[in-house]
């Protein structure tokens, strides 16, 4: 009885997040394009701090990595 519950309320909060995801998607308010190219960036800024060490290019904070690890 006590996993049914929780099953049955693990279904509502992922409904009620799915449809609160879609209202914000597609509402007239909304910046939608602005949101994802801003987690866009965001991602690709991320991918560029994980491999300034092996690239030798400038990483989180202007930390550079290299052979040798983190300078300041």
């Known amino acids: 009885?006590?996993?049914?519950l929780i099953a049955s309320v693990?279904?509502?909060a992922t409904a009620i997040v799915g449809l609160a995801i879609?209202?914000?998607l597609v509402s007239n308010n909304a910046n939608t394009s602005g949101?994802?190219?801003a987690g866009g960036s965001a991602f690709a800024s991320d991918?560029?701090?994980a491999v300034a060490p092996v690239t030798g290019s400038t990483g989180i904070g202007g930390?550079?990595?290299?052979s040798a690890?983190?300078?300041f």
């Open 63 to 66: 930390f550079t990595g290299g």
């Open 69 to 71: 690890g983190f300078h």
């Open 35 to 37: 949101v994802i190219q």
């Open 22 to 24: 879609i209202a914000v």
């Open 1 to 4: 009885m006590g996993d049914q």
């Open 10 to 12: 693990v279904t509502v």
């Open 47 to 49: 991918i560029a701090a």
